[in-house]
């Protein structure tokens, strides 16, 4: 059975400051994976998403790396501006056509 | 295009009762799946359509059940209603494999009392 872990579940940065978020995933036999922001009592909002047979993808000041060997993938945000605070789902997309989630990171930028 | 979208946004029902909520797909898109979230549990995999047929339900009682219609668009019934089924349930919609990735509607909220 899949599992999706994040690291850290909250993080706390002054604004400005570059940071990665961490997802790691025990089972490698997967399609892709999907970063998604969450605001408080909202929806999922899709920020990249990666197929297995890539190893990157970037949109604006993000920046998503995966390594399917390893069951491991990072979103890096740059420059990080107190609009981005939210909490970040990783997931992953295998056969049965389900994603399965972590239980996210909660992001805080400090103005 | 217009994206998903879930009705209604929030529900409060009282144990017991039955509920039913509702998703429209993106256009062109025949796969709906359902999550529910919790505090507690995370996001969990409910239940996915594709073509009016079910082919993939998760670890939920029988209470929770689905359906999808000729246009696409999927409805979800929960009934005898439990305090624990009080969650934020967020469905997804995807061109068919999951290949292009999911979108998400906005969610409805359920509070049960």
């Known amino acids: 059975k899949q599992e999706v872990t994040q690291i850290p579940a909250a993080l706390s940065v002054p604004e400005g400051e570059n940071l990665v978020l961490n997802c790691s995933f025990t089972?490698?036999?997967?399609?892709?994976l999907q970063w998604f922001r969450q605001d408080p009592g909202k929806g999922l909002t899709s920020l990249l998403l990666?197929?297995?047979?890539?190893r990157e993808q970037t949109s604006g000041r993000l920046n998503a790396s995966l390594d399917k060997s390893s069951g491991r993938s990072t979103l890096y945000i740059a420059a990080s501006q107190p609009g981005d605070s939210a909490t970040y789902l990783c997931?992953?997309?295998?056969?049965?056509?389900?994603?399965?989630f972590g239980g996210g990171t909660r992001l805080m930028v400090k103005p | 295009k217009a994206g998903v979208t879930q009705t209604p946004r929030y529900l409060i029902k009282t144990r017991g009762q039955q509920v039913t909520l509702s998703c429209s797909p993106i256009?062109?898109?025949?796969?709906v799946s359902w999550y529910q979230q919790t505090p507690g549990q995370g996001l969990q995999f409910l239940f996915e359509?594709?073509?009016?047929?079910?082919?993939n339900k998760g670890n939920f009682p029988g209470r929770f059940s689905g359906r999808q219609f000729s246009n696409s668009r999927s409805e979800m019934n929960v009934s005898t209603l439990e305090l624990g089924d009080s969650a934020l349930y967020l469905c997804?919609?995807?061109?068919?494999?999951?290949?292009?990735?999911?979108?998400f509607g906005s969610g409805t909220r359920l509070t049960v009392v």
């Open positions: 997804a919609s995807s061109a068919g494999t999951g290949a292009y990735g999911y979108t």
């Open positions: 089972d490698s036999a997967i399609y892709n």
């Open positions: 990666i197929q297995s047979s890539q």
């Open positions: 997931a992953v997309s295998q056969a049965g056509n389900m994603l399965t």
């Open positions: 256009s062109g898109h025949r796969s």
């Open positions: 359509y594709f073509s009016e047929t079910q082919r």
